[in-house]
């Protein structure tokens, strides 16, 4: 998905944040937002929203000497959500349909963001709603005949915090779909609040997927950027779960069957782009 007009404004704001994350100087800060908007104009419409933020946090990484800015919020989305994992698990395994209701959760997770969020996350609050609410595009059946014909599944994950109830999802696919392989996918460096493989570790994913890096920063998957061994899965794997709106925008072109997006729909470019509403969750299939 290529630029829209209204995606200017959050990389303005995108630049901003991350840029007071790494620094209070205000004289850097002005070098950095004008920078910032060099590089955006640079770009123009043509390449992805995902693409200009890689280009605008290395440029704030090189000015500031910081290289994980959001490492604290991480750490800190991570613990709350790893105190809320036992009994969310026991509350999702009483429901009617646990897969349906850890799918759910998952979507639901992708709250979990420090641009879209405030420091003081109501985490277990916006959990509870999820869990309450219907999809807003729900393609479900769709992915459970999916998983009953399929031996790998990738699945790429989006931010740390929200990569818990990821590992709650997977448990409850592989309680069903016990031929299931599963691959989760997390980012190749510091971008963002988005899960690196010190994220996964810290919450315990390996103990239900093996775990890869896709070796590459970008707040997305732009595969040609990504590792060979990430490319590959990507294509032989049988089916894929992608969550996140930076993976939603750079991947709803690939046109290869057994791609599902996760995510809660955070700005008006994405909820026309699929016909929904902001703050609706959507488990979505692009059709082929």
Do not use: W
């Not at 640079?42 to 290395?58: L, R, S, T, V």
């Not at 490492?71 to 991570?78: I, P, V």
């Not at 599902?260 to 979505?284: E, M, T």
């Amino acid at each position: 998905m290529r630029v829209y007009p209204d995606c200017i404004l959050c990389l303005v704001r995108f630049t901003l944040d991350t840029a007071r994350k790494a620094t209070p100087n205000r004289d850097l800060l002005q070098e950095i937002s004008l920078e910032g908007l060099r590089i955006i104009l640079h770009h123009g419409f043509a390449a992805m929203p995902p693409q200009i933020a890689q280009a605008i946090n290395k440029m704030i990484k090189e000015r500031t000497g910081i290289n994980d800015p959001y490492q604290k919020d991480k750490k800190d989305h991570n613990h709350l959500a790893m105190r809320l994992y036992p009994s969310l698990k026991d509350e999702i395994r009483v429901t009617p349909d646990p897969l349906r209701t850890a799918l759910k959760a998952s979507a639901g997770g992708n709250r979990i963001d420090s641009i879209f969020l405030d420091e003081e996350v109501d985490l277990r609050g916006a959990i509870q709603r999820s869990l309450t609410e219907d999809f807003a595009i729900e393609h479900y059946e769709e992915l459970k005949e999916a998983f009953r014909d399929a031996s790998t599944l990738l699945f790429l994950g989006d931010n740390a915090g929200e990569i818990v109830f990821d590992k709650i999802l997977i448990e409850e696919i592989k309680g069903i779909y016990r031929q299931l392989k599963v691959i989760y996918v997390v980012k190749g460096g510091p971008i963002i609040n988005d899960a690196t493989m010190e994220d996964a570790q810290e919450v315990g994913m390996e103990e239900v997927a093996e775990v890869i890096s896709n070796g590459d920063d970008t707040p997305g998957t732009i595969l040609a950027q990504c590792s060979a061994e990430m490319r590959e899965l990507f294509q032989e794997s049988d089916m894929v779960i992608v969550k996140g709106q930076g993976n939603f925008e750079t991947l709803e072109e690939e046109k290869r069957d057994g791609i599902f997006f996760s995510l809660q729909i955070k700005c008006p470019v994405i909820a026309q782009h699929i016909g929904a509403q902001i703050g609706d969750l959507a488990l979505y299939r692009i059709p082929s």
